[in-house]
């Protein structure tokens, strides 16, 4: 029965029809019609990505110009729509390029460019141009000031979605009351939905850029809200690199083989990529000449082994494959190949050809008698043929098959797997027993199965890996010319084996010129300006790479404070200082989260996964040359292995530090509870005492002190003269910053303290170390209607007890 498939296309002409439907269409028709892939799904999100495209634009054009950004931004509704309005003290942008900056997709300087920025496709801000005029049919208006401009360029402008190029509306010089800078006005279809979003974005991209000042106008708010810079300090400047060898991938290599003017790999290596100098360069080189033509067996020499084999000659067979030359010549040419032969231990097939080409030279010059091609390529043949008896090569292996396997193994099986791998070399094409580890790897393991079949003895996979990396260890390097670069570049699998080489090779990171990471003393800063917390840490990791590019993961936690303690952790997620705002769920960052056990570090986790509970915010950096994100919307970061594992590393990093402050705090909340019950059991126990003994109540004063182990501080007056103590009955050196405050000047203070003078009152300042078991002493004098308070830091409060 015929199909009903195999019958499409029979009528004459559907082809020729087909054909004159298709046509080639823009990135701009395309996004058009897919403008949910850029994040423009909804009036509510669209408003969020079109302030988020534009804001990322100012900080990005600020910092490239050494400004410390300041970005205002405004929501109001106009009619219908939502007007929306982005300024930046930027340095502006020529006439020329506003068009295309802000009209044509996939417009822009920073995609070949491997440095660390905020935009990379050139698509946000003309999408938020396009989003625009397609909702409410209004073009975009774009005022800029170029610094020593005395007037601004004003446009409005709408992207020609046939062609992907912008359509100018209007263009005219205008005056502008900023400096310099860049303003962008849109009106589009939109919603305040989302405002909850759009305040986690506007209060995160000041967490996450401190150096920046962020003022938000909105419907609704009384007042704007203001994000003041927590520091002046701007954000490192980039340089860009060249590619890392370890992250490169094939069909990348080809093209950059096929692109390169170097003709030799090792200047191919050395010119394209970066952290590759001569020295990396032969490195790479070697192992790619490893896998390209394979090691040759280095076997030990008739010196090394004595009596494995008695009829092996090396110089007889030197003596009769010499032809045509004088006795005196032929003998001397002999004997100094088997006496350099004979110093060695093991001796390689190309390391011969070099004995025996080195010899041949000096005894053309000490006897004047030329020694050909000819002649020396019979030698090494003689003499390899000498070298490599099988009995030679059986006790050659044996040795090293001895050594690499469990002693439980005997000695005929070591026997027969070294006799039949030599089998393996001397069967194989290439008599100079040459052979790829992989190569290698299958002599060993069929010979090893042979070896099973004829006797009971095994060799398991741990014991044949070892042997191969024994046998593997002893092969040499050749000195073969490599292929040249176009060759490479026209053989997939030569390009697969330099690859490999390159992946192999211990090779420096990427330097971190081209990226900018916050730093952790400003992730610190950035969380404290923004939440009232007990506790911050942050961590930044070393470079890493993936896909040739160098990445820097940073994580922040704050803990405590005015932070919720109901719910769960807040995740804040961060790419090249942008906060991700959206699908939080598909991101990488949220999955590392999830699967750390917050437990270990001190926080609640129901179910033992999940995003912790409790007062906490875990923020996530990572700062890229090329982010991987999971779409074009820019919102999540995709599941790589390689970042996935230094987010969790720079989380870890972090998290410990916040279980040793949760371990303390506990231990002090413990310690407190103790000193409480024991501040109420004493006095009553010093009463019961003298109601018992009928005496007088015994003085307690210090005793919860010294019971508790604590630093001790007591101030007592004698006439006008004070003295302060401090007696440290923990078991560690104390340092403590003490300070009185007297309502009367101090007289005769002894060393080690200052007196300060504050509007009638006077700061003794004193900062004794006092080390276990020992107590220090300060005196001074003072009329006797002072009055006193005293002030005592460097000591937590559980472990302080001051007595005045």
Same mark, same amino acid.
Request: aromatic share 6%; hydrophobic share 40%; net charge negative.
């Given at each position: 029965m015929t199909s009903f498939q195999s019958t499409l296309g029979e009528e004459a002409g559907i082809a020729e029809e087909l054909a004159e439907n298709q046509r080639a269409i823009s990135i701009a028709e395309f996004f058009e019609k897919n403008k949910h892939m850029l994040g423009f799904d909804s009036g509510a999100r669209g408003l969020v990505t079109a302030v988020k495209e534009a804001v990322d634009n100012a900080l990005d054009a600020t910092e490239e110009a050494g400004i410390a950004p300041d970005i205002y931004v405004e929501i109001a509704e106009a009619g219908d729509y939502y007007r929306l309005i982005v300024e930046d003290n930027g340095p502006g942008i020529t006439r020329e390029q506003i068009p295309r900056v802000f009209g044509k997709l996939l417009y822009g300087s920073r995609f070949h460019a491997r440095e660390q920025s905020r935009g990379q496709q050139g698509i946000g801000i003309s999408a938020a141009v396009l989003y625009s005029q397609l909702t409410s049919g209004k073009p975009a208006k774009i005022t800029s000031r170029t610094r020593g401009s005395d007037?601004?360029?004003?446009?409005?402008?709408?992207?020609?979605?046939?062609?992907?190029?912008?359509?100018?509306?209007?263009?005219?010089?205008?005056?502008?009351?900023?400096?310099?800078?860049?303003?962008?006005?849109?009106?589009?279809?939109?919603?305040?939905?989302?405002?909850?979003?759009?305040?986690?974005?506007?209060?995160?991209?000041?967490?996450?850029?401190?150096?920046?000042?962020?003022?938000?106008?909105?419907?609704?708010?009384?007042?704007?809200?203001?994000?003041?810079?927590?520091?002046?300090?701007?954000?490192?400047?980039?340089?860009?690199?060249?590619?890392?060898?370890?992250?490169?991938?094939?069909?990348?290599?080809?093209?950059?083989?096929?692109?390169?003017?170097?003709?030799?790999?090792?200047?191919?290596?050395?010119?394209?990529?970066?952290?590759?100098?001569?020295?990396?360069?032969?490195?790479?080189?070697?192992?790619?000449?490893?896998?390209?033509?394979?090691?040759?067996?280095?076997?030990?020499?008739?010196?090394?082994?004595?009596?494995?084999?008695?009829?092996?000659?090396?110089?007889?067979?030197?003596?009769?494959?010499?032809?045509?030359?004088?006795?005196?010549?032929?003998?001397?040419?002999?004997?100094?190949?088997?006496?350099?032969?004979?110093?060695?231990?093991?001796?390689?097939?190309?390391?011969?050809?070099?004995? /025996?080409?080195?010899? &041949?030279?000096?005894?053309?010059?000490?006897?004047?008698? *030329? #020694? %050909? $091609? +000819?002649? @020396? !390529? =019979?030698?090494?043949?003689?003499?390899?043929?000498?070298?490599?008896?099988?009995?030679?090569?059986?006790?050659?292996?044996?040795?090293?098959?001895?050594?690499?396997?469990?002693?439980?193994?005997?000695?005929?099986?070591?026997?027969?797997?070294?006799?039949?791998?030599?089998?393996?070399?001397?069967?194989?094409?290439?008599?100079?027993?040459?052979?790829?580890?992989?190569?290698?790897?299958?002599? /060993?393991?069929?010979? &090893?199965?042979?070896?099973?079949?004829?006797?009971?003895? *095994? #060799? %398991? $996979? +741990?014991? @044949? !890996? =070892?042997?191969?990396?024994?046998?593997?260890?002893?092969?040499?390097?050749?000195?073969?010319?490599?292929?040249?670069?176009?060759?490479?570049?026209?053989?997939?699998?030569?390009?697969?084996?330099?690859?490999?080489?390159?992946?192999?090779?211990?090779?420096?990171?990427?330097?971190?010129?081209?990226?900018?990471?916050?730093?952790?003393?400003?992730?610190?800063?950035?969380?404290?300006?923004?939440?009232?917390?007990?506790?911050?840490?942050?961590?930044?990791?070393?470079?890493?790479?993936?896909? %040739? $590019?160098?990445?820097?993961?940073?994580?922040?936690?704050?803990?405590?404070?005015?932070?919720?303690?109901?719910?769960?952790?807040?995740?804040?997620?961060?790419?090249?200082?942008?906060?991700?705002?959206?699908?939080?769920?598909?991101?990488?960052?949220?999955?590392?989260?999830?699967?750390?056990?917050?437990?270990?570090?001190?926080l609640d986790q129901p179910g033992g996964s999940g995003l912790p509970s409790g007062p906490a915010v875990v923020m996530v950096h990572v700062a890229s040359t090329n982010v991987p994100f999971t779409s074009e919307s820019k919102d999540a970061v995709a599941n790589v292995p390689a970042i996935e594992d230094e987010i969790e590393l720079a989380i870890r990093e972090a998290a410990r530090e916040l279980k040793s402050y949760l371990n303390r705090r506990r231990s002090l909340e413990k310690r407190r509870r103790k000193q409480d019950v024991l501040g109420q059991i004493l006095p009553e126990m010093a009463d019961k005492l003298a109601e018992v003994t009928d005496r007088e109540r015994p003085n307690i004063d210090g005793a919860l002190g010294r019971i508790m182990n604590n630093v001790v501080v007591e101030r007592s007056v004698d006439a006008g003269t004070v003295t302060l103590a401090v007696r440290n009955h923990s078991d560690r050196t104390e340092t403590l910053e003490v300070t009185d405050i007297v309502t009367a000047e101090p007289t005769a203070v002894s060393d080690g303290a200052s007196v300060v003078d504050l509007d009638g009152e006077w700061f003794v300042q004193w900062s004794p170390s006092v080390s276990a078991g020992e107590t220090a002493t300060l005196t001074y004098e003072v009329s006797t209607e002072t009055t006193f308070d005293i002030d005592v830091e460097g000591v937590e409060a559980e472990k302080l007890t001051v007595d005045t």
């Open positions: 007037e601004a360029q004003y446009f409005e402008l709408v992207v020609d979605t046939d062609d992907n190029e912008p359509e100018i509306r209007s263009e005219q010089t205008t005056s502008w009351d900023r400096p310099h800078g860049t303003r962008i006005e849109l009106e589009m279809e939109a919603n305040m939905r989302a405002r909850a979003q759009l305040h986690d974005y506007i209060k995160h991209t000041a967490v996450v850029n401190p150096h920046a000042r962020v003022e938000l106008r909105e419907p609704g708010l009384d007042e704007p809200l203001k994000f003041e810079r927590g520091t002046d300090q701007l954000p490192a400047e980039t340089e860009e690199i060249r590619p890392h060898p370890h992250g490169v991938e094939l069909g990348t290599l080809l093209k950059m083989l096929e692109a390169t003017e170097s003709y030799s790999v090792s200047g191919f290596l050395q010119g394209e990529f970066t952290r590759v100098g001569g020295k990396t360069s032969t490195k790479v080189c070697d192992r790619f000449r490893d896998r390209h033509y394979g090691r040759e067996m280095a076997w030990a020499t008739p010196s090394v082994a004595p009596g494995t084999v008695d009829d092996i000659d090396v110089e007889d067979a030197l003596v009769d494959a010499v032809a045509n030359k004088s006795s005196d010549a032929t003998d001397w040419f002999a004997e100094q190949v088997t006496e350099t032969v004979g110093d060695r231990e093991r001796i390689a097939h190309h390391v011969l050809v070099e004995i /025996v080409g080195n010899v &041949a030279d000096a005894a053309e010059d000490e006897f004047d008698e *030329t #020694f %050909g $091609d +000819t002649v @020396r !390529e =019979n030698a090494v043949a003689a003499a390899w043929d000498e070298l490599t008896h099988p009995d030679l090569l059986t006790a050659s292996l044996y040795e090293r098959i001895d050594d690499a396997t469990s002693t439980r193994k005997d000695d005929a099986a070591i026997q027969g797997l070294a006799e039949r791998v030599a089998e393996k070399f001397a069967e194989a094409d290439d008599p100079r027993h040459r052979a790829t580890r992989d190569e290698l790897a299958g002599y /060993v393991d069929r010979s &090893a199965d042979r070896v099973a079949e004829a006797t009971e003895a *095994t #060799f %398991g $996979d +741990t014991a @044949r !890996e =070892n042997v191969v990396e024994s046998l593997w260890a002893v092969m040499w390097t050749v000195p073969d010319d490599l292929p040249k670069v176009k060759a490479a570049a026209g053989d997939r699998d030569t390009a697969s084996e330099l690859l490999e080489a390159m992946r192999e090779t211990d090779i420096l990171a990427p330097p971190t010129d081209s990226l900018s990471p916050i730093t952790a003393d400003l992730v610190e800063a950035g969380l404290r300006k923004e939440f009232d917390a007990d506790f911050f840490a942050a961590a930044t990791r070393d470079a890493e790479v993936h896909g %040739g $590019d160098p990445f820097i993961v940073e994580a922040g936690i704050a803990y405590g404070g005015d932070l919720p303690s109901d719910g769960s952790a807040q995740v804040m997620r961060f790419a090249n200082r942008v906060p991700l705002v959206y699908q939080r769920g598909a991101c990488a960052i949220t999955d590392v989260v999830k699967d750390i056990g917050w437990r270990n570090y001190g």
